[in-house]
């Protein structure tokens, strides 16, 4: 099973940048989808956004403009670039593993806090 390790997160202002890096091991990290989530208090975990091993990035209409997810191939990674940061925008975000094949199972990362507040 692929194991994921998050980086990044923390307190900006509205209209701020920050960025998310995840770690991959394990596993071939090619045999997966990687994608985004995010958890805000009380609501439904919801996928942010998402990139295949060809690179090819999908995102939520909430976060399209001003999230980039970004994929390395060699260094087994993903990130996240978030700008034009809003309070709504704050929740734990989760990095997540799917495969596309029966042979590797799905991961989640341990999650990260953003807070966009003033």
């Known amino acids: 099973q692929v194991q994921l390790v998050e980086s990044g997160g923390g307190l900006v202002q509205p209209g701020g940048s920050l960025e998310l890096s995840c770690a991959a091991s394990g596993s071939n990290f090619r045999l997966f989808i990687m994608e985004w989530y995010r958890q805000a208090p009380g609501k439904e975990r919801e996928l942010v956004a998402s990139?295949?091993?060809?690179?090819?990035?999908d995102y939520a209409e909430s976060v399209k403009g001003r999230f980039t997810i970004d994929r390395d191939n060699i260094e087994d990674s993903v990130s996240l670039h978030m700008g034009s940061l809003r309070p709504e925008d704050t929740a734990v975000y989760y990095c997540h593993a799917r495969s596309i094949t029966i042979y590797e199972s799905d991961s989640w990362g341990q999650g990260t806090q953003v807070t966009v507040s003033s």
């Open positions: 990139i295949t091993a060809d690179l090819d990035a």
